[in-house]
């Protein structure tokens, strides 16, 4: 009977933390999350190079090892509708 109780104890806490976590959200907040694209590598050394897109905002980012710490390379502040895809790493 305690293991019975204990096991429905333990349903319902984790019923309880289940539906606390899910929250609504909105298709603007989905489809303002940011992402990363069109990752490029250097052939040689250890560099790469990304667009990341935050709100329409596509910035180019590059990391260089060893410790491959991100920078962001460009600093466009509005969405401007321009693709920034064709790049590539060099040496």
């Known amino acids: 009977m ?19 976590a899910q929250q609504a959200f909105t298709l603007e907040q989905v489809l303002s999350a940011p992402f990363p694209a069109s990752l490029v590598t250097a052939k040689t050394g250890n560099r790469l190079a990304w667009t990341l897109d935050q709100q329409g905002r596509r910035n180019i980012w590059v990391a260089q090892g060893p410790d491959f710490t991100a920078r962001q390379l460009t600093s ?5 509708g321009g693709v920034r895809s064709a790049f590539h790493c060099g040496q």
Do not use: N, P, Q, S
């Open 2 to 20: 305690r293991r019975f109780l204990f096991c429905l104890v333990a349903i319902a806490l984790l019923w309880g933390a289940r539906t606390a």
């Open 76 to 80: 466009y502040k509005e969405d401007d």
